[in-house]
């Protein structure tokens, strides 16, 4: 049907579709109302999205009356979601033509971002719009703009004015995909951030892959490496991940940098080993071919006889460490010998030896090289997984003091996966709880762009009106680019724990195409169960621990993929 209208009508034959579907969603909460609103409790119905003519008795009616507040509501949805609201309205009374009235309709991540009026505590409508005024008439169904958000308010702007609503949606989208990877444990608190952290990723596989569904919106190539684990760990292949890698580097002639940080230009060559080990798709790697050796010869040339990398401009590791230079150089000189090591070997695989074996050489010049990480735990856990640092040394005297403090959204995963290398697995579970748990504290329903477990100290829930005399952790914190309220509460780089836990609790890792190492380590946990999915179907494991304590583990494969324990 699809290919006879586009047939018919030539104008319609664009090149691209929307890979994404559309649900509607009916507020859960009524958070807050001003003035004269009735009827408010009808708006948590579910009701048909279609307006008719009949005005029911479960409809919402907001009237402004002279010299009183204005007519206001704040609904809450219940999760984060990236998508828009639609406006059902029955009957309208304003100054506008037949009746029309202005609405203004005000997104937020949390309550006081949709209660705090643009301009106000860096709130913008940078990337997308939270801040919008509509003009609504009789029997309409109004769409607003996409964004992020859970919570949405919504105030009647004409005086001696009214409107009633039949409904107020919200129009979640998303990419309808089956979750293939499931992760279950002994302890329910690791079984919801693991569920937070697949859900924080999923919201951000959008047109394309983004880094946040607020801001920016945009397909950053080192916020994707986390993003892909957990997609992954969660879905197995999606043609998100190529059409994101691609469009990037389109638009990115080697000689310049991935989104104009040179290291997101490694991040992308280590996605790209990453996801050929797993997926093991040939062809698209093939098409990658002169791409990859051009940026293996520029990176390779970026080592000195020393062995010390030398990284050009934007030298970003990652925020909270971007005013620690010492630090940026160990993190940049642990991730430069990743990439060498990693493109290396695609570089075997696409048969280009020569050049391998240039950057085979610069990656063990490295070696001489091992930089203080001054302090953070980033750059020690690059080093660590680089094979330039001693795992267990620099956990115990680097990563292990503190806690969950020193941690970063971006680079949690590779901290875990440092103390994973320590064989501390207990502390790494303590660790995803305080940190990534802190955030669920605070109401959280996806993970953020940033968090310190500092900022929890006297501060109000992001899903209440902040208290008087205390913090609003959105409102007050950030920094760079993410001050206060421009601050995203879903960001991709962040759900570490999602792949994390899949590959190191229950042990699945992926060895080359088809073939995966299982090694599960409960620590402290009694049970384990989940599935991981494969190119040819899920591998399902569970792990118990018989009466010594030790661990018994049950592994059923798909036919084709090997396993090794």
Known sequence: MAKRIIDKFTALAGEHTDPRTRRYLAPKRIVWTQGNVSGAENLLEEKSNQITLVVGQDNCTLKNEPGKPHAAILVDFGIEFAGSARFHTWMTHGPGHNGAVRVAARFGESVMEALTPLGEKNTTNDHALRDSVYSLGMYSGI??????????????????????????????????????????????????????????????????????????????????????????????????????????????????????????????????????????????????????????????????????????????????????PGAIHAGLQGLLKIALDKGTSLLYTLGDVALAEKCAMAAVRMRKHVPDPCGSKQAAALLVLAGLADPKEINDTMIAPGGGHGYSTFFGYYILKAKA????????????????????????????????????????????????????IHGDYGAYCYVKFRHSLCHGWASGPCPYLSSYVMGVRSISPNTYEIKPELAYLDWVEGTYPTPKGEIYIKVTKDAEGKQVVDIQAPKGIFILR
Request: with cysteine; net charge negative; hydrophobic share 40%.
């Open 143 to 324: 769409e607003t703009n996409e964004t992020g958000y859970r919570f949405l308010y919504v105030e009647l702007l004409d005086e001696d004015a009214f409107i009633t609503f039949k409904a107020i949606q919200g129009v979640f989208h998303y990419m309808d995909l089956e979750y293939k990877g499931t992760f279950k444990c002994s302890d329910e608190r690791l079984n919801q951030i693991w569920d937070t952290a697949a859900y924080t990723a999923h919201l951000n596989m959008q047109e394309y892959l983004w880094d946040g569904i607020k801001r920016d919106r945009l397909v950053w190539i080192g916020d994707m490496h986390t993003e892909v684990k957990t997609i992954l760990t969660t879905f197995g292949y999606t043609d998100i991940v190529p059409r994101s890698l691609d469009v990037v580097r389109d638009e990115t002639p080697v000689g310049t940098w991935m989104n104009g940080i040179s290291s997101y230009s490694m991040w992308w060559l280590i996605i790209q080993h990453d996801w050929y080990r797993t997926v093991g798709d040939t062809v698209y790697l093939s098409q990658q071919r002169d791409y990859i050796h051009d940026l293996m010869n520029v990176l390779a040339d970026c080592v000195d006889e020393d062995g010390v990398e030398h990284m050009p401009e934007n030298r970003f590791m990652d925020w909270p460490n971007n005013d620690n």
């Open 421 to 472: 290398l320590a064989g501390d697995f207990a502390g790494a579970l303590d660790d995803i709880k305080e940190y990534w748990g802190g955030m669920l504290d605070m109401g959280a329903t996806t993970f953020w762009e940033d968090f310190h477990l500092s900022w929890m100290e006297n501060a109000g829930r992001i899903d209440e009106i902040v208290p008087e005399g205390k913090i609003d």
